[in-house]
């Protein structure tokens, strides 16, 4: 049943981007079509259109409508590419700006195409929101500039092998997170610093920082506090990252790298954004959830670091055998001849659980909600492992 939300703006006319005509494009040329409009228009336009020119700024009103709707054309293509790799999250709403006018007031007619199935789809929604805003105010000819003035890059992977080799236990990537979307506040007195000193103290290879604000309490703030307290471990920037654009601001904030979701990005976009962080020096952890999204990304070149979520991202139910179906058989068997380090991720809170996905050939694992709730983090990493891996 649909449902009518009174927005209560001014009348004003506006263009219904759902009722425009597309054409349909065979199978046979969507890798085509990808290749020479998707991946150029959707990671790439930011940087372009930043050094292009200043025709921008003195573009007409018509020119500036034509390229929203073209964006929107071209966000709507993007999705049926990703429905074609299996992917489920929608990155907008499908039905465009639906906008219904009743004398003063502007009326949006909620149905299944611009309403979110699940809060990932609900994230990253509010996710392409937010990056359009920041990008305005912070454009990439700016973040160029700051990256002259940024830290060096530290070495994410290596730490994580030095960790593993050292201890004959997983590395581990210790999570600064404030509240999740399905436990709520976590921790009420939140220091970011001060966890992430203990943190390292502990024995942590690695520390992640929450960077989303709407769902998680987290910020860049945050990272960049850590980053400039002189804590050594390398920092993983948690966010979710739909736009090239957010690599180059997280490496501006202190990150060492960033997590790419697959569930989330289609292959052309993870095979980009790996570039560009290579480029910048930042590690991508390339994150999956199941067999189809294993297989898709280790179909892609340039992978060094996957994370297996055993949480379903849609349900957020969790399961750690996850962990072992998807590195049984054939897939183990690449990993290993790819050196490929996996990190085990959601759902351990025990050294019996560490045990479990370390067996099923996990070398890292990303823990946050069991060891962020202890009083004393650094303590609850010893709980986690069943003894002290502090250096």
């Given at each position: 049943m649909e449902r009518l939300v009174c927005l209560k703006v001014p009348f004003q006319a506006a263009p219904s981007y759902s009722s425009r005509p597309r054409s349909w494009i065979p199978p046979t040329q969507l890798s085509a079509y990808k290749r020479n409009s998707l991946s150029a228009f959707s990671v790439r336009a930011q940087m372009e259109s930043e050094e292009g020119s200043a025709a921008a700024a003195t573009s007409s009103e018509?020119?500036?409508d034509a390229l929203k709707m073209k964006e929107r054309e071209v966000g709507t293509f993007q999705d049926e590419v990703a429905a074609s790799q299996g992917i489920r999250i929608?990155?907008?709403?499908?039905?465009?700006?639906?906008l219904h006018y009743v004398g003063p007031f502007e009326f949006r007619l909620q149905n299944?195409?611009?309403t979110p199935r699940n809060i990932l789809e609900e994230i990253v929604w509010n996710k392409d929101v937010e990056v359009a805003q920041l990008k305005e105010r912070k454009p990439l000819i700016k973040l160029k500039t700051d990256l002259a003035n940024a830290r060096p890059a530290r070495d994410f992977l290596g730490a994580l092998r030095a960790a593993n080799e050292r201890t004959g236990l997983p590395g581990l990537i210790a999570e600064v997170k404030k509240a999740s979307p399905s436990r709520g506040v976590l921790r009420e007195d939140f220091d970011p610093v001060e966890i992430a000193r203990a943190y390292e103290e502990g024995g942590a290879a690695c520390v992640s920082v929450l960077t989303d604000q709407k769902y998680f309490k987290g910020s860049f703030e945050n990272l960049e506090a850590i980053r400039n307290a002189g804590v050594k471990c390398p920092l993983l920037c948690k966010e979710f990252i739909i736009d090239a654009w957010q690599l180059f601001y997280a490496r501006t904030k202190g990150a060492d790298a960033v997590l790419l979701i697959a569930a989330?990005?289609?292959?052309?976009?993870?095979k980009y954004m790996?570039?560009?962080c290579k480029m910048l020096g930042l590690t991508a952890l390339v994150e999956v959830?199941?067999?189809i999204e294993f297989d898709r990304v280790l179909g892609i070149e340039g992978i060094e670091l996957m994370g297996i979520n055993n949480r379903n991202l849609e349900t957020f139910e969790v399961d750690i055998s996850n962990t072992k179906k998807l590195l049984e058989g054939e897939r183990g068997k690449k990993i290993r001849e790819r050196d490929i380090i996996v990190v085990g991720e959601s759902g351990l809170f025990t050294p019996d659980d560490i045990a479990y996905v370390q067996e099923a050939g996990v070398k890292a694992v990303l823990v946050g909600e069991s060891i962020v709730k202890q009083s004393d983090p650094g303590k609850g990493i010893s709980n986690l492992f069943g003894k002290d891996i502090s250096l």
């Open positions: 018509p020119a500036v929608r990155r907008r709403p499908l039905t465009g700006p639906p299944e195409g611009n989330v990005l289609p292959d052309l976009d993870i790996i570039k560009i959830h199941d067999e």
